[in-house]
């Protein structure tokens, strides 16, 4: 037996093993592939989903004119185009088939390198990759702020009867609108913040946004202000929007309680009216104070004789 040979044998493919790697490194950097699919895609209504690479050729030697950047999944090769306006950017639309929700892929980019002979083939091949299909999700508030009382829509897929909306820690009367809106009515919150607003249902939490509650005002009179001992006025309420489901309870205070007689009042779910009678007690001067969470404080004169 010839050891001498056995060992050379072995050194080469020692030697051969070692520079493979260096070699496929090499390969790598004649051509720059990132991946820039996400891995999650909202779904739409195409079931058409783009999946998109950056490949940059950065040696002179890399026929650039010969790129072949192709996307395989299911086990077929597509080849990708460049993107409208681009230079880099490749793309491939792929239609999800029916009851999917995933796909596996991976990219090869076939290419041309010069060499002393002519030309040589190339390609490199990405790592098998991912992305899945959210069929449940917010995509916006109908507006970013709106008075107590208000109808805000949110708009997104994958709503069910089920789903119900906070508004920060409070929950508000929501409408089912179809599979992609949900509405609901601004609660009776302080006014001048701004709120998160979250979609929940049994399939989870979704962010939805921010929504400011803006101040409004409600009209207030008192009819007659200047009353005789025992005497009754009405005290009228009016409000620029809608009570919200669960109406208004409206707190009504005075610096002169001896002089004021009167029971608690609310504007009912779905009126913009309500009245109260007020008798007059003891002789005194002084103000009632109207508060409601969301709209603006207003002082009512009255007097007792």
Not at 104 to 123: H, L, N, S, W
């Amino acid at each position: 037996m010839d050891t001498t040979a056995s060992k050379s044998t072995l050194r080469k493919n020692w030697l051969l093993c070692l520079l493979a790697p260096l070699a496929l490194a090499f390969t790598g950097c004649n051509v720059n592939v990132i991946d820039l699919t996400p891995s999650t895609m909202k779904a739409n209504p195409s079931n058409v989903y783009t999946l998109t690479a950056q490949i940059r050729v950065k040696n002179s030697a890399v026929v650039a004119a010969t790129l072949r950047p192709q996307v395989v999944i299911d086990g077929r090769a597509h080849p990708m185009s460049l993107a409208p306006g681009s230079s880099t950017l490749y793309e491939y639309d792929f239609k999800m088939p029916a009851g999917r929700s995933e796909a596996a892929y991976y990219m090869i980019v076939q290419f041309d390198r010069k060499t002393e002979k002519g030309a040589a083939p190339k390609e490199i091949v990405t790592e098998l990759s991912r992305f899945a299909i959210e069929n449940r999700y917010s995509v916006e508030l109908e507006t970013n702020r709106a008075p107590v009382g208000t109808r805000v829509a949110v708009l997104g897929r994958g709503f069910t009867r089920d789903d119900k909306i906070m508004i920060g820690d409070t929950p508000a009367a929501t409408r089912f609108d179809s599979s992609t809106s949900l509405s609901f009515y601004v609660p009776s919150l302080p006014e001048g913040r701004g709120y998160a607003v979250k979609v929940v249902g049994i399939s989870g939490e979704i962010d939805a946004g921010t929504l400011r509650i803006d101040s409004s005002r409600v009209n207030v009179t008192l009819r007659p202000s200047s009353l005789s001992q025992g005497q009754v006025s009405t005290l009228f309420f009016q409000i620029p929007e809608e009570a919200p489901p669960g109406g208004l309870q409206i707190d009504v205070h005075t610096d002169i309680p001896d002089s004021v007689i009167m029971d608690y009042v609310r504007i009912e779910a779905g009126q913009r009216t309500t009245s109260i009678p007020v008798q007059a007690g003891s002789p005194g001067q002084g103000s009632l104070f109207i508060t409601i969470p969301g709209y603006s404080e207003v002082v009512v004169p009255i007097t007792v004789n």
